[in-house]
């Protein structure tokens, strides 16, 4: 095992089937699902994350001598801001208008997946000493890439806390934003979720659910591993096309990569499928993490009052405490979510700019923006559906 004295190997990969899975995972850690082998190589052996998407791989490694995997990084040289959920198209316009050219980028995170994981993923086995070490490293050298290549930017997605500090140790700056997020407080069952709610709330949310299923007929389960068959990949693909047309314009990804992530990781997948006189009518995407259930794709052919909600919240909420885990990641967005128990949660990203005019530009219009998204959330929170006294 590395002690620190040794030399290391810095490289960079364009494609994640040149590194070994294995390696790669005890980098990770294993508790994300987006950020393991099996989801990021599914992205670009569909050919859902390539030059043409906008996004082209430039894996970042640090190696010892004899050859074995330390630490890593998920890093893209991106054409557009497509599919980031941390926008940055106003900086792009502002740094275009003063005659920069904002594109190409660096990113470095999960394409098409606002999810908060680490972006500088080091080996669990290595001493603390240097895991710190070796995280700066990756921290700076992508800096270093970005300022040597003459890029406008580098940014680092969805970060977690822990990692705040090493990003702005070598530079970046920081910004924060909004997610809705369920916290499981050790409930047995939905029912003791629902005992802290105010009464009006829970009353509410009875309702809700009764109307959206046995009022219309509908019946809910919830598929993983074997359980999946194609036919669940067919509805759910047509469901994902329907809503991303509607939503985005045009969709992220291909039937392909949802036939791969059936093939590689079925396991981590949670689909929940609603159906009516045997035929399936809604549909969401969820992955299993080792502590969290992360909400994804959504869709219907059928515009039946409260089943989204029913599929994408309430269903996750029973899977979360029958599984254990210890929150529900719902997505990007959505005011609503805090009605069925969901609270405003800060998420953060990193970001490095070179030039010292658009850094002092961009690090003004941050702190504005920090201070407007922590009063929001402040606000936000006083109309959660909970108790005062059970108020997270």
């Known amino acids: 095992m590395p002690d620190g004295s040794e030399q290391f190997d810095i490289s960079v990969v364009e494609r994640l089937s040149d590194i070994s899975p294995q390696q790669w995972d005890a980098c990770t850690g294993g508790e994300n699902p987006f950020l393991s082998h099996a989801f990021l190589s599914s992205l670009e052996d569909a050919g859902c994350v390539c030059a043409e998407a906008g996004w082209s791989s430039r894996h970042v490694l640090i190696k010892e001598d004899g050859g074995a995997l330390l630490a890593a990084s998920p ?34 995170g999960v394409p098409f997946t606002p999810v908060s994981g680490p972006r500088l993923l080091v080996r ?73 709610l105010t009464s009006r709330k829970r ?15 509908v ?47 079925a396991e981590r997948v949670m689909l929940v499928m609603a159906s009516r006189g045997g035929d399936i009518i809604a549909g969401a995407l969820n992955l299993i993490g080792s502590d969290a259930l992360y909400g994804r794709y959504w869709g219907c052919k059928e515009d039946i009052r409260y089943l989204h909600f029913e599929v994408c919240y309430h269903q996750a909420i029973d899977a979360a405490i029958e599984l254990g885990l210890a929150r529900v990641e719902a997505g990007a967005q959505g005011e609503h979510k805090i009605a069925r128990g969901y609270v405003p949660v800060l998420t953060h990203s990193a970001h490095f700019i070179p030039d010292g005019g658009f850094r002092k530009a961009v690090a003004q219009f941050l702190d504005h923006e920090r201070r407007a998204i922590t009063h929001e959330r402040e606000l936000l929170l006083e109309e959660s559906p909970y108790r005062q006294t059970d108020r997270l």
């Open 219 to 265: 019946s809910i389960e919830r598929l993983s591993g074997d359980a999946i068959r194609p036919e669940h990949w067919d509805a759910l693909y047509g469901f994902y096309l329907d809503t991303s047309t509607r939503k985005w314009g045009q969709p992220y990804l291909n039937r392909d990569f949802f036939q791969l992530l059936g093939e590689r990781m």
């Open 75 to 108: 890093l893209y040289l991106k054409s557009n801001s497509m599919g980031e959920y941390v926008f940055d198209w106003g900086w792009a316009e502002a740094y275009e208008r003063a005659g920069g050219s904002y594109y190409p980028k660096l990113m470095a």
């Open 203 to 217: 009353k509410a949310l009875k309702k809700e659910r009764r109307i959206a299923t046995e009022n219309n007929g």
């Open 124 to 196: 669990g086995d290595l001493n603390t000493t240097l895991r710190r070490n070796l995280k700066r490293s990756l921290s700076e050298t992508m800096a270093g890439a970005a300022q040597g290549a003459g890029l406008s930017s580098l940014h680092a997605n969805f970060i977690p806390d822990d990692d705040v500090d090493v990003f702005k140790d070598a530079g970046y700056l920081s910004r924060v934003g909004l997610q809705y997020h369920w916290h499981n407080c050790g409930y047995g069952c939905y029912d003791d979720f629902l005992s802290v």
